[in-house]
Nanobody
């Protein structure tokens, strides 16, 4: 089993910045991708940013130019730098880790970290 832990969420004013962290541990075989998703109250979970298996960074249109995804030196870590935050960025942010084992992909999620942006 793979454990995923997010941290870094906080209450911040509009225009502010935060950096979220994600650490994966446990029975990791080979991390295929890591990414960030978010879920606002009453809404479905949505994609935010990810690094694909072919090395490309992908971002949701709503965060392009403001959010930056990065991987740590240890490949089991990921970060999300969020700049120029807006009230509509308020959500629980989840880290997704996709592990590949023998050609089979498995998704693991953390418990999430709350980001609240006040206007």
């Amino acid at each position: 089993q793979v454990q995923v832990v997010e941290s870094g969420g906080d209450l911040v004013q509009a225009g502010g910045s935060l950096r979220l962290s994600c650490v994966a541990s446990g029975n990791i075989f080979s991390i295929n991708t890591m990414g960030w998703y978010r879920q606002a109250p009453g809404k479905k979970r949505e994609f935010v940013a990810a690094l694909s298996s072919d090395g490309r960074f992908n971002y949701a249109d709503s965060v392009k130019g403001r959010f930056i995804f990065s991987r740590g030196g240890a490949k089991n870590t990921a970060y999300l730098r969020m700049n120029d935050l807006k009230p509509e960025d308020t959500a629980v942010y989840y880290c997704n880790v996709r592990d590949e084992r023998g050609g089979i992909l498995s998704d693991f999620w953390g418990q999430g970290t709350q980001v609240t942006v006040s206007s």
